[in-house]
Nanobody, 115 residues
Framework: VQLVESGGGLVQAGGSLTLSCAAS????????MAWYRQALGKQRELVAV???????NYLDSVKGRFVISRDDAENTMYLRMNSLKPEDTAVYYC??????????WGQGTQVTVSS
C-alpha cells in the first residue's frame, strides 16, 4: 500500500486547511485510518482516527476544530482543520491499518500556522 498526502501549507491563525491522504495498492484490506502530527522537537502524536465503520476519535486539543473523514470508494482520507492555531504547526502524517495487522505511513506534509 502506498500513501500520498497533500494539502499542507502556510496559513494564518484562524484559517483552515484540508489534508488529503490517497491510498493505492492493496486497498481492499484497509481498516482504520488515522492522522498523526509531529512538531519540531516533540514526539509524534495521534490527532484523529476513523474506523472502518465510521466512528472517530480526536486529540482533545483539536476536538471541535478538526474533522476526519474517509471516502472508501476513492481510498482517500481527509482532515479538515478549522480555527487553526500556531500550536497546530507540525508535519502531519497519515497512517492506515490493514487486515493482518499491517500498518503504513505517508511521507508527511508540513502545516505551518502563523500568528
Amino acid at each position: 500500500v502506498q500513501l500520498v498526502e497533500s494539502g499542507g501549507g502556510l496559513v494564518q491563525a484562524g484559517g483552515s486547511l484540508t489534508l488529503s491522504c490517497a491510498a493505492s495498492g492493496s486497498t481492499y484490506s484497509i481498516n482504520a485510518m488515522a492522522w498523526y502530527r509531529q512538531a519540531l522537537g516533540k514526539q509524534r502524536e495521534l490527532v484523529a482516527v476513523i474506523e472502518s465503520g465510521g466512528s472517530t476519535n480526536y486529540l482533545d486539543s483539536v476536538k471541535g476544530r478538526f474533522v476526519i473523514s474517509r471516502d472508501d470508494a476513492e481510498n482517500t482520507m481527509y482532515l479538515r482543520m478549522n480555527s487553526l492555531k500556531p500550536e497546530d504547526t507540525a508535519v502531519y502524517y497519515c497512517r492506515i491499518f490493514t487486515a493482518g495487522s499491517y500498518t503504513y505511513w505517508g511521507q508527511g506534509t508540513q502545516v505551518t500556522v502563523s500568528s
